[in-house]
């Protein structure tokens, strides 16, 4: 048995009754650069939408197109909708627990007094949900003031200006 300077196993090309035997390697698809001139094309990748103009929590808005993490949606014709779920909380600040806590032994009755002091904490989510005929997104996006409420609202206003045109 001669070995070829490619194979120095002695053999020229893999057998199929080697299970040890692996063949030659080919693209996802299985497209190989030798693709018989009757085959199928290679697939091609899609044309690249352009640069993000707004970034809404995981939604990307280009000039054409909404990117979002499930997929692509056309920007053409697409519908937003901005849904509030946010409420306001009132509980006892950290300090006046430590304050609370240390005047316990100085004063006793009158450091308690400190456990009454509220303050208002707003949390929740804002949910930005996208449309195009049978495709649908929603983003969950956590807020802890009005600021950033408002500044969804605006970004989605101008988002739905773009879909319009």
Not at 27 to 45: H, L
Request: negative net charge; glycine residues 8%.
């Amino acid at each position: 048995m001669t070995s070829s300077p490619s194979d120095p196993w002695g053999g020229s090309a893999p057998r199929p009754d080697d299970p040890w035997s692996v063949p030659p390697a080919t693209p996802p698809g299985g497209y190989s650069p030798t693709t018989p001139p009757g085959g199928n094309p290679p697939v091609q990748a899609a044309p690249d939408p352009g640069p993000v103009i707004v970034q809404i929590a995981e939604i990307s808005v280009t000039s054409t197109t909404v990117l979002t993490p499930t997929g692509n949606l056309p920007l053409a014709g697409s519908h937003w909708q901005v849904n509030d779920y946010w409420f306001s909380q009132q509980r006892i600040p950290r300090w006046a627990i430590i304050v609370a806590i240390a005047g316990f032994c100085v004063l006793t009755v009158f450091s308690l007094l400190f456990l009454l002091v509220k303050e208002t904490v707003m949390q929740g989510t804002v949910q930005v949900t996208v449309t195009n005929g049978s495709l649908q997104y929603v983003a969950r996006i956590p807020v802890t003031d009005q600021a950033t409420v408002t500044s969804i609202n605006q970004q989605v206003n101008y988002v739905r200006t773009l879909a319009a045109l």
